[in-house]
C-alpha cells in the first residue's frame, strides 16, 4: 500500500530531522524548513513513527537536520529504525564521518550524502564558519570506503564557488562518489533577501552545456531530477542536479514526507503553515490507529508549492 496526496504525488519517502542544531554556521541555510527546536524525540520515538511510516508504505528514510551526526544516540536511531526501512540514508556535512562511519555502516546505514560546497580552505571557513575542510576531506575518504553510493552536495552560489564546479565534478569522479549540484532554495518571503540576491546561480544553462556533452542522461522519479554522466579525465562523473526554485515539475513529482526534531510532520521543505503533532499523542499513549490517522491527515495537507 503507497498513500497518495490530492495531487496525486504518492507518499514513498520520510525526511527525519533528528536535531536542529549544528556543529556548523552555513549562511544560506535552510534546516529544512524548521524554526522551533524546544525538544527532540527519543530513539524509541523516532522508531515508533519509522515503523507507523512503513506500515502505510512509505519505505524510504532519510536523516537528516541540522546536523543529525551530533546527537550522542545517532547510532542506536539507525540501529533501532533500520528493519523498517529499504533504503537508509543519512545528509551530513562529514565532520564525524571518519570517527562515526564505521559504527553507522555497522547498525544499518545504507548510504550517506555529504555537504561540500567547495575545495577550498578559507572558503569553505566563510561558508561555513569553521576551518574544518580537511576534517571533511577526511570524512569523505571514509565514506567512499564504507558507503555506495556517496553523494557530495555542492550548493552553487553566484561569485563564491560558481567557478569550482568542473574541480567538483573531477574531484567527485576521482572518488567514485555522485555530485549534487544545488541551487540555493529559499521560500517566496525570502526571495528579497541580501544572501539570495547575491548568490542565486541558476542552473539552468548549466544543464544545457551538460545536453551537449554527456554520454547518457537520466531522469529519477523524486522531483523528476536529471542524472547526468559526463566523461572527465577519472572515468564517467555521474552529476545530478537539484534545481528547485520555481520549478513546477520539481514539486509535481515530490514523494516526501517530512519529520522535524520537534515530532511534528511537516508537509514542504517550503511551507511554514503545515506542522502536525504527532509526538505529543505518541506520549499520551496513542494507538497505531491513531497515529496512522495522523499520517493520513498530513499527507491532505500536502500541496505542491511551486504550481
Ligand atoms: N525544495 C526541495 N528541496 C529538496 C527536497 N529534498 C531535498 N531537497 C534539497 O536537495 C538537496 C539535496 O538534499 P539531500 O539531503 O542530499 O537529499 P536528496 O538528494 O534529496 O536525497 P537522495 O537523493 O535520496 O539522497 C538539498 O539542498 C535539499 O535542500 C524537497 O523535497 N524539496
Ligand atoms: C540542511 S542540511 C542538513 C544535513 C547536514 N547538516 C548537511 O549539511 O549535510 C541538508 C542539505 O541541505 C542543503 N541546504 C541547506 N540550506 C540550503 C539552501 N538554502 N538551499 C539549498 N540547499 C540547502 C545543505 O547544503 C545540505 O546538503
Ligand atoms: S552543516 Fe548542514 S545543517 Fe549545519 S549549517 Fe550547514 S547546511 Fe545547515
Ligand atoms: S512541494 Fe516542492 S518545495 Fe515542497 S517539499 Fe516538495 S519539492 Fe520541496
Redesign the pocket.
Known amino acids: 500500500m503507497v498513500l497518495v496526496d490530492r495531487f496525486g504525488r504518492p507518499v514513498t519517502n520520510l ?1 527525519i530531522s533528528l536535531t536542529n542544531e549544528c556543529n556548523l554556521n552555513c549562511f544560506y541555510c ?1 534546516r529544512e524548513g524548521q524554526t522551533l527546536s524546544f525538544q527532540e524525540m527519543k530513539p524509541e520515538e523516532i522508531e515508533r513513527i519509522v515503523r507507523i511510516a512503513s506500515q502505510l508504505g512509505i519505505k524510504k528514510v ?1 536523516l ?1 537536520g541540522g546536523e543529525p551526526t551530533i546527537r550522542k544516540d545517532i547510532v542506536e536511531i539507525v540501529r533501532r529504525i533500520r528493519p523498517y526501512v529499504e533504503d537508509l ?1 543519512m ?1 551530513t556535512n562529514g565532520t564525524t564521518m571518519k570517527l562515526l562511519g564505521g559504527s553507522l555502516k555497522e547498525a544499518g546505514l545504507d548510504r550517506v ?1 555529504i555537504s561540500l560546497d567547495t575545495l577550498d580552505r578559507k572558503k569553505y571557513k566563510s561558508i561555513t564558519g569553521f576551518d574544518v575542510l580537511p576534517q571533511v576531506l577526511e570524512g569523505i575518504e571514509k565514506a567512499v570506503k564504507l558507503f555506495y553510493p556517496v ?1 557530495l ?1 555542492m ?1 552553487v552560489m553566484k561569485g563564491l564557488n560558481d567557478g569550482e564546479i568542473w574541480d567538483m565534478i573531477n574531484y567527485a569522479a576521482q572518488k567514485n562518489a555522485i555530485l ?1 549540484l ?1 541551487e540555493i ?1 529559499v521560500p517566496r518571503e525570502m526571495e528579497d533577501s541580501w544572501f539570495f540576491k547575491k548568490y542565486f546561480y541558476s542552473l539552468k544553462p548549466l544543464e544545457e552545456k551538460f545536453e551537449e556533452i554527456v554520454v547518457d542522461v537520466k531522469e529519477r522519479r ?2 523528476r531530477r536529471k542524472k547526468y554522466f559526463i566523461p572527465t579525465d577519472y572515468g564517467i562523473a555521474e552529476v545530478e542536479v ?1 534545481r ?1 526554485m520555481h520549478n513546477t515539475i ?1 514539486c509535481a513529482n ?1 514523494t ?1 514526507i517530512r519529520l522535524t526534531s520537534t515530532g511534528h510532520l511537516k508537509t514542504c ?2 511551507r511554514r503553515d503545515d506542522l502536525v503533532d504527532i509526538l505529543t499523542p505518541i506520549r499520551n499513549n496513542a494507538s497505531d490507529e491513531e497515529l496512522i490517522e495522523i499520517f493520513k491527515k498530513a499527507i491532505l495537507m500536502r500541496e505542491p508549492y511551486w504550481k
Open positions: 525526511r535552510h532519510k537528516t540514508s545528509t550524502n553523494k552536495n550548493v549534487q544545488i532554495e523524486m522531483h537539484v528547485s520539481f515530490c516526501r521543505l517550503l
